[in-house]
């Protein structure tokens, strides 16, 4: 069985601060970790994932991730927020010997305050 | 490089009305498909999906189908809408290698009144 966890519903921050916006997991097996983001009325959009090989992970827009095996988290980091981060962010798993259908989180609102 | 297609964006139909939404991906072969709704809030529901033309494994029982006519087409109907299906849908597709990530389509927005 596969399960993901995002703890926030919504995470604040100012604009030019770091972010962070939480996961955590649970597979049987090895993981396969993905993160998204979707803006308004619009489809997601794939952001970073982690396959194997190095802990840190970058992706689009300047985002990057940080795989913990020990703590079964992925957080999605950014340096500086923007104004245009905020948007609504899903995490997903899938256990490489397990069903390819991935399970997403229940989402998680990043608002960047000017 | 890869696209997805999906039509209508936007969509209201009354209640007892048949659906049908589409789903085409451009530049890519034997994709894995896949129809999300996404109701009021945000969580994602796994509706459909489908490994290759005519399969189809269902995910949650309702008044809902899918069908893949042909290998880059996905289409979601139903014969008599509920209030109850409302909601933005979502189609993606991945490659068939189990580790890969999945692309979403623009989604289309349905009101049934």
């Known amino acids: 069985a596969q399960s993901v966890a995002q703890p926030e519903d919504q995470v604040n921050v100012a604009e030019g601060n770091p972010l962070t916006v939480k996961c955590t997991y649970s597979v049987s097996g090895n993981p396969y970790l993905f993160w998204y983001v979707q803006y308004p009325n619009r489809g997601l959009q794939f952001l970073l994932k982690y396959i194997t090989g190095d802990n840190l992970v970058k992706g689009s827009y300047g985002f990057e991730a940080e795989f913990n095996k020990s703590q079964t988290s992925f957080h999605l980091k950014k340096p500086s927020a923007l104004v245009s981060d905020s948007a609504l962010y899903f995490c997903?798993?899938?256990?490489?010997?397990?069903?390819?259908?991935?399970?997403f989180g229940r989402g998680t609102s990043l608002i960047v305050h000017p | 490089s890869q696209t997805i297609h999906q039509w209508p964006a936007t969509l209201v139909q009354p209640v007892g009305s048949p659906l049908s939404l589409e789903c085409t991906v451009e530049?890519?072969?034997?994709?894995?498909l896949y129809w999300y709704r996404q109701a009021a809030g945000r969580g994602l529901q796994l509706l459909f999906y489908?490994?290759?033309?005519?399969?189809i494994s269902s995910e949650v029982p309702q008044n809902l189908s899918a069908s893949r006519p042909q290998d880059r087409q996905f289409i979601l109907s139903s014969k008599k809408l509920l209030l109850s299906d409302s909601g933005f849908y979502l189609c993606?597709?991945?490659?068939?290698?189990?580790?890969?990530?999945?692309?979403f389509g623009p989604g289309t927005r349905l009101t049934v009144t």
């Open positions: 530049g890519t072969s034997n994709p894995n």
């Open positions: 997903a798993v899938r256990d490489w010997g397990g069903s390819y259908i991935p399970t």
């Open positions: 993606a597709w991945s490659s068939r290698d189990g580790g890969r990530e999945q692309y």
């Open positions: 489908s490994v290759g033309i005519g399969q």
